[in-house]
């Protein structure tokens, strides 16, 4: 399976925009970016999942860098409720494609 | 908005004791999986499970684990004679067909004593 490297944690302002970077070197032509979150006392949650080009939901932005090999979620304004271990993973999207979560990049979020 | 939900939120037995977790998948989908994390680590895939049957299933889901849908709704997983390292919190999730994301449950959080 291909790795995915991400920061162990991250500090960020109230209502100011997060950039969360994740390096996957080894990606393979057929892998989508997925993004999960867990929040405390929580299971994960899906963010937001792309293959080359960027995308926006209501939760998040992907930029995927031109050669795959790294990304960054984009949380536009962070909130307190924001808070949470944020996971980069790597899946092939067809049939029923296990997750495998790393360790993740834990966000603080400051008031 | 439809959730996954899980049953019972706390789980307490004793160390060879027979336990069974429910879960209630999103009523559409069709895929299934459990997954566990241990206190402090990460969350770990267990098996996976479409058309009655198991797709797959890693190394920690032995024989003393197994799933069943017994009724539609129902997604349970039992393990039959727990184990002290059976302590974890366990996570229901369901995915539906063409739509990439998994949803998943808050988990039970099971304790061996």
């Known amino acids: 399976d291909a790795k995915t490297t991400q920061p162990n944690s991250m500090e960020s302002n109230e209502e100011e925009p997060v950039h969360l970077p994740c390096n996957h070197s080894?990606?393979?032509?057929?892998?989508?970016i997925h993004w999960y979150r867990q929040l405390p006392s929580q299971g994960p949650e899906y963010v937001i999942h792309?293959?080359?080009s960027n995308v926006n939901n209501r939760m998040a932005s992907l930029a995927i860098a031109e050669d795959r090999k790294s990304s960054t979620l984009i949380l536009h304004r962070a909130t307190l409720r924001d808070a949470a271990v944020y996971y980069c993973?790597?899946?092939?999207?067809?049939?029923?494609?296990?997750?495998?979560f790393g360790t993740g990049t834990r966000l603080t979020i400051i008031p | 908005e439809p959730e996954v939900t899980q049953t019972p939120s706390h789980q307490v037995t004793q160390m060879g004791q027979e336990v069974i977790l429910r879960c209630v998948p999103i009523?559409?989908?069709?895929?299934f999986y459990w997954y566990r994390q241990i206190l402090g680590q990460k969350v770990e895939f267990l098996v996976s499970f479409y058309n009655n049957e198991i797709s797959e299933k890693s190394e920690i889901f032995d024989d003393q684990f197994s799933v069943e849908r017994p009724d539609g709704s129902n997604f349970t997983l039992k393990i039959r004679s727990t184990k002290l390292e059976d302590s974890a919190m366990y996570f229901c999730?369901?995915?539906?067909?063409?739509?990439?994301?998994?949803?998943f449950g808050d988990g039970t959080r099971l304790s061996i004593l």
């Open positions: 999730a369901s995915r539906g067909q063409g739509a990439p994301p998994q949803h």
């Open positions: 009523s559409n989908h069709l895929y």
């Open positions: 080894t990606i393979s032509g057929t892998d989508y």
């Open positions: 993973i790597l899946r092939i999207d067809f049939g029923n494609e296990k997750l495998t």
């Open positions: 792309g293959l080359t």
